[in-house]
């Protein structure tokens, strides 16, 4: 299949890229400078110039291809950042991906993230995202909205943490931030709870995601579901020599930062049965708490927050 991918060269996408290749996909991969396109042309597969901004182009390179997965987001957690037209420009990414593949029954897959359904309720992929996130976006909506319209459309939905060597999000964030300040921290008890997926896990799904699921399905891509903010805490600890110690709810905006400190509070507890019985993906690689362990964080150039 010929596969348009965007986001290609990022922690997820590289990794999906890979996964195609190996397993016979013709890649077209969205870069938006010089070094990503050498990167893809390196990896064996080729460039289309372009950001997630330029719509004509997204739409050309779907319309050429035979499916497309949809990793590129702008994970920007800097002060300055602007979540909602981040958001805005994903959602827009995602119709023009429709506007090229309407009426063709041709894969769409769209990275999204898993809901927060309750405190201490484990999220299934029966649970839609909410129309209003404690973080905007939007793009399992835009997407979903697409399967009435001739695409076959899915939404692998990733855990707060997708982890492995290299992964420069959360997980390196608090390690940073508990260099900083000498200790590693969680809020209250520690006991809301991250569900975490290995990157190279996550590619597989999005694979089985591109030659299998019909139109509609929500994929939940978990390998850790239910993982005690406090022992990701301790462990980030334990990977510096460091104490964990607790801050109050009050303390956590000061302490991480923002929207760090609304992420360290997250309870997002979530099994992937569903994914797992219908689609035959299981997870392999290690779970998080091990890669903390290996010391790929520590390891890491320190995030250096504002």
């Known amino acids: 299949m010929r596969v348009f991918v965007t986001g290609a060269t990022g922690f997820i996408g590289s990794a999906v890229v890979q996964d195609l290749l190996a397993h016979g996909h013709t890649i077209t991969g969205l870069a938006r400078s010089d070094k990503s396109a050498a990167a893809l042309e390196q990896a ?122 290299g992964d420069p999000n959360f997980v390196l964030m608090l390690t940073s931030t508990a260099r900083a300040k000498g200790f590693s921290a969680y809020v209250g008890e520690g006991a809301n709870a991250w569900s975490a997926v290995h990157r190279l896990d996550a590619a597989r799904l999005f694979r089985l995601a591109l030659e299998q699921a019909p139109a509609g399905t929500l ?40 929207p760090l400190a609304i992420f360290a509070q997250l309870d997002v507890p979530a099994s992937a049965k569903q994914t797992r019985e219908q689609f035959g993906w299981q997870p392999t690689e290690p779970g998080l708490i091990t890669d903390i362990d290996l010391g790929h964080y520590t390891s890491a150039t320190p995030v250096h927050l504002a």
């Not at 996130?133 to 855990?159: I, T």
């Open 219 to 258: 994929l939940n891509a978990v390998g850790d579901q239910a993982i005690p903010f406090k022992d990701v805490a301790t462990a980030i600890g334990r990977s510096l020599n460091l104490p964990a110690k607790p801050v109050s709810a009050q303390e956590a905006a000061a302490h991480f930062g923002m």
């Open 44 to 165: 064996g597969a080729s460039v289309v110039r372009g950001t997630t901004e330029d719509l004509d182009v997204l739409t050309a390179a779907a319309a050429a291809a035979d499916g497309v997965i949809h990793t590129a987001y702008i994970h920007d957690f800097s002060p300055a950042a602007n979540p909602m037209a981040f958001a805005e420009i994903d959602k827009n990414a995602i119709a023009a991906f429709g506007e090229a593949l309407a009426g063709t029954a041709k894969p769409l897959v769209v990275a999204a993230g898993l809901p927060a359904v309750a405190p201490g309720v484990t999220a299934t992929e029966d649970d839609k995202a909410p129309d209003n996130p404690p973080y905007p976006r939007f793009s399992e909506q835009a997407a979903l909205a697409l399967a009435s319209k001739g695409v076959r459309v899915s939404v692998v939905r990733m855990a707060p943490s997708v982890h492995g060597e």
